[in-house]
């Protein structure tokens, strides 16, 4: 089984791409959303977290997603620490559930920071979704309502569009000219003839 590592820029259309991709058949693991859930759920990080940002982050056993954001945004010595405890534990998951998958020819992990947490090293591909930085703006103000200075600040805290697209082995441009089923189409022919 082929196994490709999807990221691109918050507001750069990779969920799209992984929805589409999931149409088509392909099983994909969304690092976000499982990361979330594991946050949530599991007694080992909700021990280490507490521990070090107080019992306060699980209000009735719930996350507290906006004080954890709060806490670790701007500050990169508790974002480190954050990272170093749910980073192992999606990676443990990822795995196990790419196991679950062994009938399919390919799978597809979508990470908004696939380089930096260090899961492009478990891929055999690497894909980019890029898009212009207006129109991902314009999308996040749509989608979240957020103020322009905020979503600058989000782009700015993540890796460049160039430094992404240098690391990766192929991209899709997410840009409203290009169609994303074409290059999706072409994408998959190139990975089943790895």
Same mark, same amino acid.
């Given at each position: 089984?082929?196994?490709?590592?999807?990221?691109?820029?918050?507001?750069?259309?990779?969920?799209?791409?992984?929805?589409?991709?999931?149409?088509?058949?392909?099983?994909?693991? $969304?690092?976000? @959303?499982?990361?979330?859930?594991?946050? !949530?759920?599991?007694?080992?990080? &909700?021990?280490? %977290?507490? =521990?070090?940002?107080?019992?306060?982050?699980?209000?009735?056993?719930?996350?507290?997603?906006?004080?954890?954001?709060?806490?670790?945004?701007?500050?990169?010595?508790?974002?480190?620490?954050?990272?170093?405890?749910?980073?192992?534990?999606?990676?443990?998951?990822?795995?196990?559930?790419?196991?679950?998958?062994?009938?399919?020819?390919?799978?597809?992990?979508?990470?908004?920071?696939?380089?930096?947490?260090?899961?492009?090293?478990? $891929?055999?591909? @690497?894909?980019?979704?890029?898009?212009? !930085?207006?129109?991902?703006?314009? &999308?996040?103000? %749509?989608? =979240?309502?957020?103020?322009?200075?905020?979503?600058?600040?989000?782009?700015?805290?993540?890796?460049?569009?160039?430094?992404?697209?240098?690391?990766?082995?192929?991209?899709?441009?997410?840009?409203?000219?290009?169609?994303?089923?074409?290059?999706?189409?072409?994408?998959?022919?190139?990975?089943?003839?790895?």
């Amino acid at each position: 089984m082929k196994v490709i590592g999807l990221t691109g820029g918050i507001g750069s259309g990779k969920s799209t791409v992984s929805r589409l991709l999931n149409i088509m058949g392909i099983p994909v693991y $969304v690092a976000d @959303t499982e990361s979330k859930r594991l946050t !949530e759920s599991s007694p080992d990080i &909700r021990e280490k %977290l507490t =521990e070090r940002f107080g019992t306060e982050l699980y209000a009735e056993g719930k996350l507290n997603k906006a004080l954890l954001a709060s806490l670790i945004f701007g500050n990169e010595t508790d974002r480190r620490y954050v990272n170093s405890v749910i980073h192992p534990a999606v990676r443990i998951d990822f795995e196990q559930w790419v196991l679950r998958q062994a009938r399919f020819p390919v799978s597809v992990i979508e990470a908004a920071i696939l380089f930096e947490s260090g899961f492009a090293d478990s $891929v055999d591909m @690497t894909v980019t979704v890029a898009a212009p !930085e207006d129109l991902r703006i314009r &999308r996040i103000e %749509l989608r =979240e309502g957020w103020s322009q200075a905020s979503i600058v600040s989000r782009i700015r805290s993540q890796l460049t569009e160039e430094e992404r697209i240098s690391r990766s082995d192929y991209v899709i441009y997410n840009d409203d000219r290009q169609a994303l089923i074409p290059q999706i189409e072409k994408l998959l022919e190139k990975i089943y003839n790895l």
